[in-house]
């Protein structure tokens, strides 16, 4: 017989213990189809995201172009929203191939059975740490970007396998004649309304990051538009517990940017100083890891101007630190790229105007092309190494 024709012979088999004309294995093909297409936008979106914010040192990403992440996250996010109907029906198409008897019919039935595990309780881990984390509900202790990152891997490289096993049983399933009748009918209304409660999941959160869709964005949290000077805020500054140190009295005339670390000329820049150096504008989004964007005219110093005026070498990597007393998110790194590019910018003003104190005054970091958990508010100092 023919591996074709063994192929087949499985299919016939298998059909005869689905309930439904529409668990077949055409239905399951094809949802197989789409789920391995939208994991793996989600991977590589994902492992970008990892990659920008945490650098192995035989890699600088550039800082062009500037509205890439803007682009790659909204993705990353949207179509994981969107795979949750797909991963739903799909699950709910071979269901009762979970029960099968008996369980393991070769070795390559139960190595395949095996990744099973791996595949599905990875994809629903990462669907449901990935739907939470951007609905900023954390009822779990681990840390949300690692455990995801991790689990991210192990689900992929399950796909890998279970693609390769299944390969053969998807080509013959798709190229099958359909038999025309209720039961095709039947199927085509159910992959059709997946596909519409895939489509509406991706439009409920891609509002997000396309103002034109925020209106019918159900699930979109933060929405262009929203908050002060037109754009959402994460953590506000209060919640980053900096609001009696930047509404105290004296805070005008006391505080002060320090640029030091590896420079020729350490500098203490107070406000007047900064406001009297040359100023450029640039209009950059603030693009979340969680999936929201929106873009902003911001005007400020040039960290190149800086690190110039400082006497830094070529080629320097730049912490830069916030008042914020603690947190993850208090400081962050501008690679050799980001740091001279000419629209890495320590902001004053946000459309025209100084900084709400939400979004970060009297100064922040804004750079193209960086995701939002990098674009540190409330900044105090610059480290060059
Ligand atoms: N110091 C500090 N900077 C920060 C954060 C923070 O918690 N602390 N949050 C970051 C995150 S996650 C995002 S998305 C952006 C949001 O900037 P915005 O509140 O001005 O929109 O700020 C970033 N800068
Ligand atoms: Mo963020």
């Keep these: 017989m023919t591996a074709a024709g063994r192929v087949g012979d499985e299919l016939a088999g298998l059909e005869d213990r689905f309930d439904s004309p529409v668990r077949s294995e055409r239905t399951a093909a094809l949802l197989g189809i789409g789920l391995a297409v939208s994991f793996t936008i989600c991977f590589l979106t994902g492992l970008y995201s990892h990659l920008l914010q945490n650098e192995p040192g035989w890699l600088t990403l550039p800082s062009r172009p500037a509205g890439l992440y803007r682009v790659t ?208 504008e640039a209009t950059l989004p603030i693009a979340c890891v969680e999936g929201w964007s929106a873009s902003g005219r911001w005007r400020g110093i040039a960290v190149r101007d800086l690190l110039a005026e400082a006497g830094a070498a070529d080629g320097a990597t730049v912490v830069v630190e916030s008042i914020q007393p603690r947190g993850l998110y208090r400081r962050s790194e501008l690679n050799p790229r980001h740091a001279a590019d000419r629209d890495t910018l320590l902001a004053l003003e946000l459309e025209g105007q100084p900084l709400h104190r939400d979004h970060g005054y009297p100064l922040r970091l804004i750079g193209p092309n960086r995701p939002g958990v990098m674009q540190t508010k409330w900044v105090n100092r610059l480290v060059v190494r």
């Design 73 to 280: 996250q909204g993705l990353h996010v949207t179509t994981g929203i969107a795979t949750i109907p797909l991963l739903l029906a799909k699950l709910w198409t071979v269901g009762p191939r979970f029960f099968t008897w008996p369980p393991v019919r070769s070795v390559a039935h139960a190595v395949e059975r095996v990744f099973l595990l791996p595949l599905v309780g990875g994809s629903i881990f990462l669907l449901v740490s990935g739907s939470a984390n951007v609905a900023r509900w954390y009822p779990w202790s681990f840390f949300f970007p690692t455990a995801h990152y991790w689990v991210a891997w192990i689900t992929i490289g399950a796909l890998i396998v279970h693609v390769g096993a299944k390969m053969a049983t998807t080509r013959t399933a798709l190229r099958r004649e359909q038999a025309a009748g209720p039961d095709a009918a039947e199927r085509r209304w159910f992959l059709a309304g997946v596909g519409a409660a895939a489509a509406a999941f991706a439009v409920s959160t891609a509002g997000g990051t396309v103002r034109a869709l925020s209106p019918i964005s159900s699930l979109a949290q933060r929405r262009a538009g929203d908050g002060p000077q037109g754009i959402p805020i994460n953590k506000s500054a209060r919640q980053a517990v900096v609001l009696d140190v930047i509404e105290a009295d004296d805070f005008e005339q006391t505080y002060e940017l320090v640029v030091d670390g590896a420079v020729e000329r350490p500098l203490r820049l107070d406000l007047a100083a900064l406001r009297a150096m040359p100023q450029r």
